[in-house]
């Protein structure tokens, strides 16, 4: 448990101060009590009443003040957020060095079949929703559990030209906005009062796979820094091998109307290193409080996403517990209070 404002403590001092002055006033009661000539008669008229009878009162208004005390410290608790209450964006690189053989069949067969292996892996109810991004970026699926309705949108995955991986962050935020409004959109002025507080961080999440640099549009590091203001954080993967291999494109997996041709290959003899840009991906995981993966081959990139979950679905959020202090700190002082009444009563 951590303390918003524990300066607040201070306030605390009340309590010993109480029983310091309940201490003073008995003891000069006692000084001028009156003498009378039978102690019995007086005991006779008092109501009988135990020692824990006297004391467990004041225990109880005292505990209440120490909860009162506390409260105003605004204490909060770190707590997992439920599993169904986050959403995880997963954007795909879908450029055409995603057509690279270097891993077999190519890249974006292996990294089909791993968004496949890694959406059927969820437990009921968690929401997914799919970005592809190339030159440009767009919004496939919003976040849903339909499993069925992501994995028909994986399969349909086509390849294009560039790589924009800035605004396939800013795409993802902005469908998380959609279904959250503690996120704003981008392009918009920060300041909701549902909005995090700076540090910390909403449940939803955003996933980046890349084979690649970014080519064109957004700076990814400017990218990252809207997701960080937004409370967001960003995995990044980056996947493939550093190995000159032909890029290799099957009827399925090519954009229509694109010109490329059945088993299309990159110029220069067939042959070109796809060199992923990992200074970039881990400085916009670093940035956002997420983390960056490298995925050589298709069984570390299944790996990579399967494990995922355990990192960025349960998380952990304060939340603050100054109104079960006050409930708590009002119900013990009144009950001491009333205990005192009742026991005192002659």
Request: hydrophobic letters at 45%.
């Amino acid at each position: 448990m951590s303390l918003a404002w524990p300066w607040a403590l201070a306030a605390l001092i009340v309590v010993p101060l109480l029983l310091v002055a309940r201490w003073w006033l008995n003891r000069r009661r006692r000084k001028v009590a009156v003498r009378v000539s039978s102690i019995a008669l007086i005991r006779a008229a008092l109501p009988g009443r135990s020692r824990w009878q006297r004391r467990f009162p004041a225990a109880l208004f005292a505990l209440g003040l120490l909860a009162l005390g506390l409260a105003v410290a605004r204490p909060q608790a770190s707590l997992a957020v439920p599993q169904d209450s986050t959403s995880i964006l997963l954007a795909m690189d879908v450029s055409q060095s995603m057509c690279s053989t270097d891993v077999p069949p190519n890249r974006l067969a292996a990294a089909r079949d791993a968004a496949r292996e890694f959406v059927l892996a969820q437990d009921d109810g968690t929401r997914i929703g799919l970005v592809a991004f190339s030159g440009i970026s767009g919004l496939l699926v919003e976040p849903t559990d339909d499993k069925q309705a992501l994995l028909t949108a994986i399969d349909n995955l086509r390849t294009s030209r560039g790589t924009a991986i800035g605004q396939a962050i800013l795409t993802s935020i902005d469908a998380i906005a959609e279904i959250n409004p503690a996120v704003p959109p981008t392009g918009v002025e920060l300041g909701s009062p549902d909005a995090p507080a700076p540090g910390s961080y909403v449940a939803d999440t955003i996933v980046v796979l890349t084979d690649g640099a970014n080519t064109q549009g957004v700076d990814p590091v400017t990218a990252a820094q809207e997701a960080k203001a937004r409370g967001l954080r960003v995995y990044t993967i980056g996947f493939g091998t550093t190995d000159p291999a032909p890029l290799i494109c099957s009827p399925d997996q090519m954009t229509a109307g694109s010109g490329a041709r059945p088993e299309w290959r990159g110029g220069g003899g067939g042959r070109r290193a796809q060199l992923i840009d990992e200074d970039t991906l881990g400085e916009v995981a670093e940035l956002t409080g997420g983390e960056y993966f490298r995925a050589q081959d298709a069984e570390q990139l299944v790996d990579v996403l399967t494990d995922l979950p355990g990192t960025i679905v349960v998380q952990k959020r304060d939340v603050e517990m100054t109104v079960w202090f006050v409930l708590a700190g009002a119900l013990l002082a009144g009950t001491g209070v009333g205990l005192s009444l009742r026991w005192n009563r002659s």
